[in-house]
C-alpha cells in the first residue's frame, strides 16, 4: 500500500546492510549527530523516538531504572520532566549522576549519555507545564509519584481532589515538579553492523570544555 511504513525486519535488514559509522562521517560535535539520528527516527515512524532508559544511584550506589520521555535537547544537554520527590527525583537530588540510554532497535541504533543532572529554571519549568494537556497537569498535583498507596482508589481520591480544587481555572506547575537537564560528559552512538563487530563512537568532553572523539571496541 502507498505510504505504509517499512515493517521493523525491513528496516533492521535495511540498516545492517548499509549500517556503518565511521569517523569521517561522524558530525562535528554529539548535538549536530544526535538531531540527525533523532530526526530519521522520527522519520521511519519508530514508536516512542523520544523514550529513553533514565538510569540513576542512591548515594550507596543502589542503582534504579525506568522509561521517560525526553522532552528537549540543545547544546547544554537533554531535558525531562518529573516529580521531584519521586525515586529518580529524589535520587538525582542527592547524587546527580546519570545515564540515558535511546533505544532505537528497529534501526539498530542506540546513543548511551553520561552525565550530570542539574534543575532547569523555574520559568522553564512553567513554560512546559502550561503546553501540558490538562489531564497531566492535573496528574502532577493528583499523584505522589513513587508513594506507596493501598490501591487504585487513592489514584482516583488523588485526581478528584484536585479537580475539586482547581475547576475549571489555570493550574499551575507544582512546587515539587519540574525539570532536569542531564549536561552530558560523554554521547556514543552505536551503530549495529553484522557479526556484532558494531561501530561505537564516542564524544567525551575533555578538561578544557571541548570534545575528543574515542571509537570504543564491540
Do not use: C
Not at 542527592?94 to 529554571?121: C, H, K, M
Not at 542531564?182 to 575533555?206: A, C, I, K, M, Y
Amino acid at each position: 500500500m502507498t505510504g505504509e511504513r517499512p515493517s521493523p525486519a525491513s528496516m533492521r535488514r535495511d540498516y545492517t546492510e548499509r549500517g556503518a559509522l565511521l569517523e569521517a562521517e561522524l558530525a562535528a560535535d554529539w548535538r549536530t549527530q544526535f538531531a540527525a539520528w533523532f530526526d530519521e527516527a522520527v522519520e521511519l515512524g519508530l514508536p516512542e523516538p523520544n523514550a529513553m532508559i533514565v538510569s540513576t544511584a542512591t548515594p550507596e550506589g543502589r542503582p534504579s531504572a525506568r522509561t521517560v520521555l525526553l522532552k528537549e535537547y540543545d547544546e547544554r544537554g537533554f531535558v525531562f520532566f518529573t516529580n521531584y520527590e519521586s525515586r529518580k527525583g529524589s535520587e538525582l537530588t542527592a547524587n546527580p549522576y546519570a545515564s540515558l540510554v535511546f533505544p532505537w532497535f528497529p534501526i539498530q541504533r542506540q546513543v548511551l549519555v553520561t552525565g550530570v543532572a542539574e534543575r532547569v529554571s523555574r520559568a522553564e519549568t512553567e513554560a512546559y507545564f502550561a503546553s501540558r494537556p490538562r489531564g497531566s497537569q492535573l496528574g502532577a498535583w493528583a499523584s505522589p509519584q513513587s508513594s506507596v498507596l493501598p490501591d487504585r482508589a487513592a489514584v482516583e481520591a488523588g485526581l478528584a481532589a484536585a479537580q475539586e480544587r482547581f475547576g475549571d481555572g489555570p493550574i499551575p506547575a507544582p512546587g515539587h515538579w519540574g525539570g532536569f537537564l542531564v549536561v552530558p560528559e560523554t554521547v556514543e552512538f552505536w551503530q549495529g553492523r553484522s557479526s556484532r563487530l558494531h561501530d561505537r563512537l564516542r564524544f567525551v568532553r575533555t578538561g578544557n570544555g571541548s570534545w575528543a572523539v574515542e571509537r570504543l571496541a564491540p
